[in-house]
T-cell receptor, first 105, second 113 residues
Framework: RKEVEQDPGPFNVPEGATVAFNCTYSNSASQSFFWYRQDCRKEPKLLMSVYSSGNEDGRFTAQLNRASQYISLLIRDSKLSDSATYLCVEGQLTFGSGTQLTVLP | NAGVTQTPKFQVLKTGQSMTLQCAQDMNHEYMSWYRQDPGMGLRLIHYSVGAGITDQGEVPNGYNVSRSTTEDFPLRLLSAAPSQTSVYFC????????????FGPGTRLTVL
């Protein structure tokens, strides 16, 4: 069983929509979680760290639910430039397979 | 700062050939790691290092060797290339430990025929 699981999508949403991704993890002792963004054929880049109290950066909000062992990423007011694959990471070394997002004009 | 650099960007090998993928960082980061990315599989950890002279295996280490003689460099060696090693390889570094932001190189796209 993969330690970090994500819905691969693809998620196709219109511009301006709100979209949410979830990611489940199996290691209950994990302390650090992250969301990375990866554009097509490019390297992953850090989008957000996920804190126990949640983390918000502009249109992006990340939440951690320890009881159910999942983290979430919410994107509000989607832009065309948000189109990418979003990777969930547990402990910095375990990556999910990624969720593909396409924002449509 | 150049950040994390990787060479070559593209490589085609024949089965059985060996080669070294180069990775260097100029941020004085202690932690470095190698991943491979295959379609639908996400990034899988091959080897990592927590400092010069210290390396450890990740999830998929077979067929790969690493060494860390300096803080800056972390080369990945393919001993005898196999078609199953066709993939995109990313090197990453982190300054604050394994719980800190990782900075990735641009990747090496390897095809083994």
């Amino acid at each position: 069983r993969k330690e970090v699981e994500q819905d691969p999508g693809p998620f196709n949403v219109p511009e301006g929509a709100t979209v949410a991704f979830n990611c489940t993890y199996s290691n209950s002792a994990s302390q650090s979680f992250f969301w990375y963004r990866q554009d097509c054929r490019k390297e992953p880049k850090l989008l957000m760290s996920v804190y126990s109290s949640g983390n918000e950066d502009g249109r992006f909000t990340a939440q951690l639910n320890r009881a159910s062992q999942y983290i979430s990423l919410l994107i509000r007011d989607s832009k065309l430039s948000d189109s990418a694959t979003y990777l969930c990471v547990e402990g910095q070394l375990t990556f999910g397979s990624g969720t593909q997002l396409t924002v449509l004009p | 700062n150049a950040g994390v650099t990787q060479t070559p960007k593209f490589q085609v090998l024949k089965t059985g050939q060996s080669m070294t993928l180069q990775c260097a960082q100029d941020m004085n980061h202690e932690y470095m790691s190698w991943y491979r990315q295959d379609p639908g599989m996400g990034l899988r950890l091959i080897h990592y290092s927590v400092g010069a002279g210290i390396t450890d295996q990740g999830e998929v280490p077979n067929g790969y060797n690493v060494s860390r003689s300096t803080t800056e460099d972390f080369p990945l060696r393919l001993l005898s290339a196999a078609p199953s090693q066709t993939s995109v390889y990313f090197c990453a570094s982190s300054g604050g430990g394994l719980a800190d932001t990782q900075y990735f190189g641009p990747g090496t796209r390897l095809t083994v025929l």
